[in-house]
């Protein structure tokens, strides 16, 4: 099975697993790329307000492309921002004989749906969900777009219970639809020689934190992520020997740190890339992702979180949550901050429950990897070639 997956540009949490399937005998793929300057410009990302560059490779041990894109104002931001007017006839030449394209509110996107429908299997990745969906004019619009839209996709790969939801809404059956969880790639964040809790020792001492209770936030610090929503905690959770450590950049910073400038017990540390994640999280007790959208379709801190052995504390509004967060953890509304307190009391008074959350993560996390993702879809590619053979 010849497969073209159509993506707008690399990223580190999808190459990984494109490697991995062009590994699985049976399988032949190539990804086109559709941000075309994606491949020579550094991109700076406005949620963490700086240039970020990933120190993990995301174009090794596949086939790829970078496919012309004509548009004068190129990016993944807005529908115009991606326009190759030689995807369809590049993916043909190729010899495709399905083709999986990630969102379709690009305008080649959504040209290469409906090109293909009728011609070749098209299957469909994306992880939209409901959460933030308000009642008016306005959601009818959009669901009789969207279901115009999701008639040009033969499959849909969801990757939760809550994306599974809205492509049900929006006219897919059942039958369409296939499980393939969003994961990241939990054996990079296994301390497997100690080097990550050795890193993290020195690093507490660094900051003054070595025998402290740590509350860890990661991710930008912008509106959606709810930074403030930890500075928030650490007015409830007064105890000394706590404290919040945030990871990242953005849009908020300055007046986050404004807000906690009275309390020293909150701790600001910058970006930090991928490299160096697994030791960010060990820093820590406790994660927080307290999202409130709109668009926290997933949350893959979460899985990171987990990899690495931390109980997690999520709020409803981050769309893996439902998933992700069983006996390992909470989830809770935007604005209940109590619940979030009493868990980490919960933790932070007694080890034993914090050691059996923390082995809780451990073994939930193994059911969201990418070995899940390419056997399902591995099986899945088998399943229709065997089908298009009548076998």
């Known amino acids: 099975m010849r497969l073209a ?25 190539k990804v086109f790329y559709t941000w075309e300057a994606s491949q020579t ?26 496919v012309k894109n ?17 995807l369809k006839t590049e993916i043909e030449n190729w010899g495709a004989e399905a083709v999986l394209v990630f969102g379709w509110a690009y305008k080649s996107h959504l040209s290469c749906l409906r090109y293909f429908k009728g011609k070749i299997p098209v299957l469909f990745r994306g992880d939209s969900t409901m959460l933030d ?19 040009h996709v033969d499959f ?47 690093w507490k001492t660094e900051l003054g934190i070595e025998d402290c209770f740590v509350v860890l936030f990661a991710g930008k610090f912008e509106a959606k992520k709810n930074p403030q929503y930890i500075i928030k905690l650490a007015q409830r959770l007064t105890d000394k020997k706590m404290r919040f450590v945030l990871v990242g950049n953005g849009v908020m910073e300055a007046d986050l740190k404004q807000d906690a400038a009275k309390d020293e017990r909150i701790i ?13 999280y060990r820093l820590a007790n406790v994660f927080v992702l ?47 901050v109590e619940s979030a307190a009493q868990y980490i009391e919960s933790l932070f008074v007694n080890a034993h429950i914090q050691h059996q959350q923390k082995k809780k993560s451990e073994m939930h ?27």
Do not use: C
Request: glycine share 8%; aromatic share 12%.
């Open 70 to 86: 004509v548009s004068k104002n190129q990016g993944s931001h807005h529908f115009k921002g991606i326009d190759n007017p030689t």
């Open 5 to 29: 997956i159509v993506t707008t540009h690399p990223i580190q949490y999808n190459a990984p697993w494109f490697r991995l399937l062009a590994q699985q005998q049976g399988v032949e793929l």
């Open 365 to 391: 996390v193994q059911a969201f990897s990418f070995k899940v993702i390419v056997d399902n879809i591995s099986s899945f590619l088998k399943k229709i070639e065997s089908d298009r053979k009548g076998l």
């Open 41 to 66: 410009i550094a991109k700076y990302d406005p949620g963490f307000g700086r240039v970020i560059e990933w120190d993990i490779p995301l174009l090794d041990g596949y086939e790829y492309t970078f």
């Open 290 to 336: 307290p999202s409130i959208g709109p668009g926290e379709t997933w949350g893959l801190a979460i899985n990171e979180a987990m990899a690495s052995g931390l109980p997690v504390i999520a709020s409803d509004k981050t769309g893996g949550a439902i998933d992700m967060i069983t006996d390992n953890g909470i989830v809770v509304s935007t604005n209940d």
């Open 133 to 151: 969906e308000t009642n008016g004019l306005k959601k009818i619009l959009r669901r009789f777009f969207l279901k115009y839209v999701y008639r």
């Open 156 to 202: 849909a790969f969801y990757v939760g219970r809550n994306n599974k939801q809205y492509y049900l809404a929006h006219g897919l059956k059942e039958k369409q639809l296939v499980y393939v969880p969003h994961a990241v790639e939990n054996e990079r964040f296994v301390d497997k020689t100690g080097e990550y809790i050795a890193k993290a020792k020195q």
């Open 268 to 280: 600001f540390v910058g970006f930090q890339n991928q490299q160096n994640m697994p030791v960010v």
